[in-house]
């Protein structure tokens, strides 16, 4: 895989997203390959646990905006992988932890909200900047941050897309754990082995109960994020967003 490595501690998993240079943005390609080593963790009887982190310091920019446009079949496809993605990190059986260093935005956040334990460095920044560039969430964050925060934060932290840094993430309960820079993989590493020491049908049973009486709500949360999306993405405002990132200024919505 281009995008995404893959190694192994003992009974761990790691999977990081690996294209450093642009931050690691969610391009086609990477959810694909996420897929591809999320479903290998889970087949994979010697893999008890696995810990999702970011190449060079950082987590994840998020969407990759230099490929994004109003084409509607791209949309959808980049929409139905993204789904796959969440679908398939919260069906995961196994633990799934998550190291951010440096900064999860947009989608990036998506992610690292469905996660089942997050560390974070004491340097991170997080922010739902969807809003930026004139979209709505996708990522099922509108599903999982609520969980995570509580409906008026959450709304709070989506509204306004004001980065919140790791100190505030781990007061409101949307980390579990801060950690010095330079630290996170290991720290996350080290509570994954923990728990790969655990009953496997036991944790199994545990997510599994967690997230069931959710799942019809994760799954119409899905679907309707991908709608709104779509519909955003045809609209002038994200045209704008687009035009506003790549000139590296700030967008001016008009409507």
């Keep these: 895989m281009e995008f995404v490595d893959v190694d192994r501690s003992g009974p761990v998993q790691i999977i990081t997203l690996n294209d450093p240079r642009r931050r690691n943005p969610l391009s086609i390609q990477m959810r694909e390959e996420i897929l591809t080593a999320l479903a290998r963790a889970r087949d ?22 230099s490929s994004m446009s109003d084409d509607r079949p791209t949309g959808v496809y ?3 992988l993204l789904g796959r993605v969440v679908e398939s990190l919260v069906a995961m059986p196994k633990p799934v932890l998550a190291a951010v260093e440096g900064g999860a935005y947009g989608a990036g956040l998506s992610l690292m909200a469905l996660c089942d334990h997050v560390v974070v460095a004491d340097d991170t920044r997080l922010c739902s900047s969807f809003g930026a560039i004139g979209l709505g969430t ?5 599903w999982s941050l609520p969980r995570r925060v509580g409906q008026g ?33 290991d720290a996350a590493l080290e509570r994954a082995t923990l728990l790969a020491g655990k009953s496997r049908p036991a944790l199994a049973a545990t997510k599994a109960t967690l997230a ?24 002038p405002d994200f045209a704008e967003g687009v035009a506003a990132f790549r000139e590296r200024r700030t967008a001016e919505f008009r409507q």
């Design 44 to 65: 994979d009887d010697t893999v008890c646990a696995v810990v999702l982190t970011g190449a060079g310091g950082f987590f994840s920019a998020g969407g990759d905006i």
């Design 212 to 235: 069931a009486s959710d799942l019809g709500s994760l799954r119409r949360a899905l679907e309707e994020e991908n709608r709104l999306q779509l519909e955003l993405m045809s609209g």
């Design 138 to 142: 996708d990522g099922g964050l509108s």
């Design 78 to 80: 980049r929409l139905h």
């Design 153 to 185: 934060r959450a709304a709070e932290i989506i509204m306004f897309g004001d980065v919140v840094d790791a100190g505030r993430a781990v007061r409101i309960g949307l980390v579990e754990r801060v950690v010095p820079g330079g630290t996170a993989r």
